[in-house]
């Protein structure tokens, strides 16, 4: 019995084994990030219009804050403090560039900063050039010529203040020499001639004698 059962069973696992269906293989995709696509993004167009802020300046407004005061036109009433607003500047137009301090905005259409690109300039334009150029030339020769009559001057009152003076101390050398040889002749008739003393004391008592006697 137990013979025919282990057949019977080898038997069934046989027969199953004979009607299972082939293995199939199956490919699972792998699940790796797709490359980013690059986005390309269409340029800016350089539009010949620009935004409120870049062509036109509000107006800007101030506020002050005033401390009771006395009218000045009624000294019996006061004014409580309160506040003014004064408009400080007016909206205008924006005709110059904020980054650049004095170029004029011309637009991107007519701001061209290639010199090969620069427009001819008008014939009225080089006329005006050239006679400011030449009348800028004009007024620096007057100046120069102002400047050398200025110089040539000086030059001549140097020269002759040079001549007084060379003058002024010839004539003090001769004076000074003049007043040296008139002292040396001083000094030596002093030297030469002895001093008179006595002689001087008789001569005035012979006169007083003299004098006397005729009074009486």
């Not at 790796?32 to 800016?44: H, I, L, Q």
């Not at 006061?78 to 980054?99: F, P």
Request: aromatic content about 4%; charged content about 25%.
């Amino acid at each position: 019995m137990t013979i025919a059962r282990s057949f019977l069973v080898l038997g069934s696992i046989c027969f199953l084994a004979g009607c299972q269906s082939a293995p199939q293989m199956v490919v699972v995709p792998s699940l790796r990030p797709s490359p980013p696509v690059a986005v390309t993004k269409s340029p800016k167009s350089n539009a010949p219009f620009g935004t409120v802020t870049d062509v036109r300046q509000s107006e800007a407004v101030k506020v002050y804050g005033l401390n009771r005061y006395v009218d000045p036109a009624d000294p019996r009433m006061m004014h409580e403090r309160h506040a003014v607003y004064r408009v400080e500047q007016q909206s205008s137009w924006v005709t110059r560039s904020r980054s650049r301090q004095g170029q004029v905005l011309l637009g991107p259409i007519l701001g061209l900063h290639r010199p090969e690109y620069t427009p001819e300039p008008l014939p009225g334009e080089t006329a005006r050039e050239l006679t400011e150029a030449k009348r800028g030339l004009q007024d620096s020769n007057k100046d120069l010529r102002a400047m050398r009559d200025s110089q040539e001057k000086l030059a001549s009152n140097v020269q002759s203040l040079a001549e007084q003076t060379l003058d002024a101390q010839r004539k003090l050398t001769g004076a000074v020499a003049v007043l040296n040889e008139r002292l040396k002749k001083l000094e030596s008739q002093s030297m030469a001639s002895p001093t008179p003393s006595v002689h001087t004391g008789a001569a005035t008592r012979s006169d007083t004698d003299v004098l006397a006697r005729s009074g009486e």
